[in-house]
């Protein structure tokens, strides 16, 4: 395989490390980097872990690559058969090497995958196992892997502390608490009467840094890679008033929606769906609920919003991405397009079909930010509309890579739809605080040198 001279620097970075992690920023490639470091490691056993929207992906990379070049044997093990001969072929003594490609949500319910030893574990998407205490990440935390392999263009989202299980599977054994009390800045506050450690920042960075390039962590921006990119336009707000009944929502902790206060504007008599007398009670009776119900009312059951959305897809005939949250933004803004006479693609937990992307110059692709921000190769499209924010620093930042990486030849422009005042105000500070502590986990320091 021919690598890039910064996906060579990066695999030379980490010659001496039989555990490493690539922290390459979104679009420098990863996959070939890892997979060819799992090449270098020569284990019979290798096991690939990625999110479910990825699996496909993994497979088509390893068959085209590795099972043509070098003689793997590739395995889907999602699929009972496959894993069944996966794990035969673990003790047939065959000298072929054997890689198993599998999604995190399904590891900790192969719980065989506990008698592996002497193999090679690469985790796609690593910053997924930063919660130590779920049931996938206590699972890959007990794996007993010989060579690990960490990929992630968004390592910690954000959060240093996140960073502790990582480090653990790149051989830190730094204990939880001592790794809080070196890094992370905490102070005590006082919250419905109970107290609770608050994080306010974070420190020793550069101590920080420099550990874990000894433990084989690299971290590289696309600056660094020597990769010159078009212009990346700066994000550009398109404003409009939450729904009506937000306010009432803020103040009473529960509103109830109905036909009548829905159907604004001028969008389709079955626009909220095919129930004349649609009628649904938001309740807020805790944090999360009044939350969520809050954003919802932003966009999902905001009549302004379809109709700015409905604006922008008008204004242009150009491919079009739209990242969203809830599968019902997706349904409304569809039937929408639709109406436009407008060729659709999506991707999505419950369905992937990029046919119209592919081929129809016009298409609006509806990408959902948990199936498609961290992967996916949308560079044809130049224009990524946001109808709603993700809560997760690593999801807003990836999904802006999706046109902006290699392969793009034309400036990318962004156009988020939020409610000036609102909690979504509140998400995005968040997110670009979120943004700034990752920045600075990727800036250059002078221990980074090759072994």
């Given at each position: 395989?021919?690598?890039?001279?910064?996906?060579?620097?990066?695999?030379?970075?980490?010659?001496?490390?039989?555990?490493?992690?690539?922290?390459?920023?979104?679009?420098?490639?990863?996959?070939?980097?890892?997979?060819?470091?799992?090449?270098?490691?020569?284990?019979?056993?290798?096991?690939?872990?990625?999110?479910?929207?990825?699996?496909?992906?993994?497979?088509?990379?390893m068959v085209l690559n590795y099972?043509?070049?070098?003689?793997?044997?590739?395995?889907?093990?999602?699929?009972?058969?496959?894993?069944?001969?996966?794990?035969?072929?673990?003790?047939?003594?065959?000298?072929?090497?054997?890689?198993?490609?599998?999604?995190?949500?399904?590891?900790?319910?192969?719980?065989?995958?506990?008698?592996?030893?002497?193999?090679?574990?690469?985790?796609?998407?690593?910053?997924?196992?930063?919660?130590?205490?779920?049931?996938?990440?206590?699972?890959?935390?007990?794996?007993?892997?010989?060579?690990?392999?960490?990929?992630?263009?968004?390592?910690?989202?954000?959060?240093?502390?996140?960073?502790?299980?990582?480090?653990?599977?790149?051989?830190?054994?730094?204990?939880?608490?001592?790794?809080?009390?070196?890094?992370?800045?905490?102070?005590?506050?006082?919250?419905?009467?109970?107290?609770?450690?608050?994080?306010?920042?974070?420190?020793?960075?550069d101590r920080l840094k420099k550990?874990?390039?000894?433990?084989?962590?690299?971290?590289?921006?696309?600056?660094?890679?020597?990769?010159?990119?078009?212009?990346?336009?700066?994000?550009?707000?398109?404003?409009?008033?939450?729904?009506?009944?937000?306010?009432?929502?803020?103040?009473?902790?529960?509103?109830?929606?109905?036909?009548?206060?829905?159907?604004?504007?001028?969008?389709?008599?079955?626009?909220?769906?095919?129930?004349?007398?649609?009628?649904?009670?938001?309740?807020?009776?805790?944090?999360?609920?009044?939350?969520?119900?809050?954003?919802?009312?932003?966009?999902?059951?905001?009549?302004?919003?379809?109709?700015?959305?409905?604006?922008?897809?008008?204004?242009?005939?150009?491919?079009?991405?739209?990242?969203?949250?809830?599968?019902?933004?997706?349904?409304?803004?569809?039937?929408?397009?639709?109406?436009?006479?407008?060729?659709?693609?999506?991707?999505?937990?419950?369905?992937?079909?990029?046919?119209?992307?592919?081929?129809?110059?016009?298409?609006?692709?509806?990408?959902?930010?948990?199936?498609?921000?961290?992967?996916?190769?949308?560079?044809?499209?130049?224009?990524?509309?946001?109808?709603?924010?993700?809560?997760?620093?690593?999801?807003?930042?990836?999904?802006?890579?999706?046109?902006?990486?290699?392969?793009?030849?034309?400036?990318?422009?962004?156009?988020?739809?939020?409610?000036?005042?609102?909690?979504?105000?509140?998400?995005?500070?968040?997110?670009?605080?979120?943004?700034?502590?990752?920045?600075?986990?990727?800036?250059?320091?002078?221990?980074?040198?090759?072994?």
């Amino acid at each position: 395989m021919n690598l890039f001279p910064h996906q060579q620097k990066a695999l030379d970075l980490t010659a001496a490390h039989n555990r490493c992690a690539y922290y390459l920023d979104m679009g420098l490639g990863k996959t070939f980097v890892g997979s060819e470091k799992a090449l270098e490691l020569n284990s019979r056993i290798n096991l690939v872990v990625c999110q479910h929207s990825k699996i496909q992906d993994w497979l088509d990379h390893m068959v085209l690559n590795y099972a043509m070049n070098h003689c793997w044997i590739i395995y889907d093990l999602t699929k009972k058969k496959d894993f069944a001969a996966f794990m035969a072929a673990v003790t047939d003594g065959s000298p072929d090497p054997i890689c198993g490609v599998i999604n995190y949500e399904l590891t900790f319910r192969r719980k065989i995958l506990k008698s592996l030893t002497g193999f090679t574990l690469m985790l796609d998407e690593s910053s997924l196992i930063q919660n130590e205490t779920a049931k996938r990440s206590k699972f890959i935390l007990g794996l007993k892997p010989e060579n690990v392999v960490l990929l992630s263009g968004t390592p910690t989202g954000g959060k240093y502390e996140k960073l502790w299980s990582q480090c653990q599977l790149l051989g830190w054994n730094i204990s939880k608490d001592l790794f809080w009390k070196q890094y992370v800045a905490t102070e005590w506050v006082e919250n419905d009467g109970f107290w609770r450690q608050r994080i306010t920042g974070y420190k020793n960075v550069d101590r920080l840094k420099k550990k874990l390039a000894d433990y084989g962590a690299v971290f590289m921006t696309t600056d660094e890679a020597g990769i010159v990119l078009p212009e990346k336009m700066p994000l550009i707000q398109v404003k409009t008033a939450p729904s009506p009944l937000y306010h009432k929502f803020l103040k009473k902790g529960v509103v109830t929606l109905d036909t009548g206060n829905l159907q604004e504007f001028e969008l389709d008599s079955d626009f909220w769906g095919s129930n004349e007398d649609f009628q649904k009670e938001l309740i807020g009776d805790t944090s999360l609920t009044r939350r969520l119900y809050a954003r919802q009312l932003c966009g999902l059951y905001n009549p302004a919003r379809y109709e700015a959305f409905r604006d922008l897809v008008n204004s242009t005939d150009d491919r079009l991405i739209v990242f969203y949250n809830f599968t019902e933004e997706r349904e409304r803004m569809a039937r929408i397009v639709r109406g436009l006479n407008r060729p659709i693609s999506i991707q999505a937990g419950d369905v992937k079909d990029l046919t119209a992307y592919e081929y129809k110059t016009d298409s609006v692709t509806f990408v959902q930010f948990q199936a498609g921000a961290r992967g996916g190769n949308f560079q044809k499209a130049n224009k990524i509309i946001f109808f709603s924010l993700p809560e997760g620093w690593e999801l807003w930042e990836q999904s802006q890579k999706r046109t902006h990486r290699m392969g793009q030849e034309r400036p990318c422009f962004y156009y988020l739809l939020i409610c000036p005042g609102t909690v979504e105000e509140d998400i995005l500070q968040t997110l670009n605080l979120r943004k700034d502590y990752n920045d600075e986990l990727f800036r250059k320091h002078e221990a980074q040198t090759p072994a």
